[in-house]
């Protein structure tokens, strides 16, 4: 699996705490100029098939999934992406290729940049980042495109043929979103991620200087718990704590990580896996690299299995730490936040909403 981080946006969400610099893309400009969005999204691409060359003994099994992340991917032109996948051809096997995902915000998705991407051939799923379906928290999170724009993205993505789509929205904000005006019937995935306060980012700085308020940690459980009984009453089945999907329709590339599977990273910011080393590019275009104990990998994959409602099979469980974890984690079974089920311990829907502090609490050393 091959993830490719576009390190670009058209302007930062206040939110936002990945690696991205805000340019002005292509189809906004008339031409390039020295300095410009326009050529700095040029050289990336150079950059990116140059990494690609560099890397590509690191993929020798044929690529199942593809994610283009960021940043915002659909602020590639459709002749920076028909690069990259031409690349993607010459370097790696995808003959055996599943699901080939771009982020993409509303705005982007005009229905020549839709019909121009359906011509690439490769993509087959798109991750919109819906966020609100209110446009005064819209605003309040930095986003650019309004609620009706959001809408208007879904069904044309759905007109041009894209039938596995994905969407992504916040809860936790000042304001709920009034989700029932959205048509869930067009689209197979829903994100649905908590509103965070990173260290850094705009949001931070005017939480900091008392300039919002934001919901209690109770406020946040019901909008939780809300839109989780929404999404089921649609049929959608909830698989991780923020990932739902239709029967058979979870992200592949995404459960791949909980499965702690190895992949490449590509670009800035982005980071592999190879199944012992985690690997990190830095902007500069240098890199840092961590090999894990076996400790460590125990912990992520506490981390990874316990966020699923698959939980974490014992049979994964190396032997030196199997006493310790079913002490630790009994007193969860007694209080109905993890159950034994097919000899894996799953989280129950409350107990999805500790497994952070769950796993955190099991950690070895």
């Keep these: 699996m091959i993830y490719i981080h576009v390190p670009f946006c058209h302007r930062k969400c206040t939110y936002c705490a990945f690696y991205s610099k805000p340019v002005v893309s292509s189809s906004a400009l008339k031409g390039a100029t020295p300095g410009s969005g326009e050529e700095l999204l040029s050289q990336y691409v150079d950059a990116l098939i140059e990494e690609m060359r560099q890397r590509r003994q690191e993929q020798a099994h044929p690529i199942r999934t593809i994610y283009f992340g960021g940043g915002t991917p659909s602020i590639l032109a459709i002749s920076d992406l028909e690069r990259i996948i031409k690349a993607l051809h010459e370097n790696f096997d995808l003959s055996q290729i599943e699901e080939v995902t771009l982020e993409a915000n509303p705005e982007d998705l005009t229905e020549d940049y839709l019909h121009g991407l359906r011509g690439l051939g490769l993509i087959n799923r798109l991750s919109i980042g819906i966020q609100s379906l209110d446009d005064d928290m819209l605003r309040f999170i930095g986003r650019r495109h ?58 931070a700085v005017q939480e900091e200087q008392g300039g919002v308020a934001l919901p209690g940690e109770d406020d946040v459980v019901r909008q939780y718990e809300m839109l989780c009984k929404m999404l089921g009453e649609r049929g959608f089945e909830q698989y991780e704590v923020s990932n ?112 952070d502090g769950m796993a955190a609490a099991l950690f070895v050393e």
């Excluded at 993205?153 to 789509?165: I, K, P, R, W, Y």
């Excluded at 190396?318 to 989280?347: M, T």
């Design 146 to 203: 309004t609620a009706s724009q959001a809408l208007a993205a879904v069904e044309n993505a759905h007109t041009a043929g894209f039938s596995n789509l994905s969407v992504d929205f916040i809860y936790g904000l000042p304001v709920d979103s009034p989700f029932s005006i959205f048509n869930f019937q067009l689209v197979s995935h829903v994100s649905a991620y908590a509103l965070t306060v990173e260290p850094g980012t705009a949001l």
């Design 244 to 355: 739902f999907c239709r029967p058979g329709m979870a992200s592949r590339h995404n459960s791949r990580y909980w499965d702690r599977t190895p992949y490449l990273g590509l670009g800035p910011g982005a980071h592999s896996f190879d199944g012992c080393r985690r690997r990190c590019n830095k902007p500069d275009g240098t890199f840092e690299q961590e090999i894990l104990s076996e400790a460590d990998a125990f912990n992520e994959l506490l981390m990874t299995a316990l966020r699923t409602t698959r939980g974490l099979p014992l049979a994964q469980v190396p032997d030196k730490y199997k006493e310790r974890l079913h002490r630790g984690i009994q007193p969860y079974v007694d209080c109905g936040w993890i159950v034994l089920r097919d000899n894996s311990f799953c989280p129950t829907r409350e107990g999805l909403l500790h497994a």
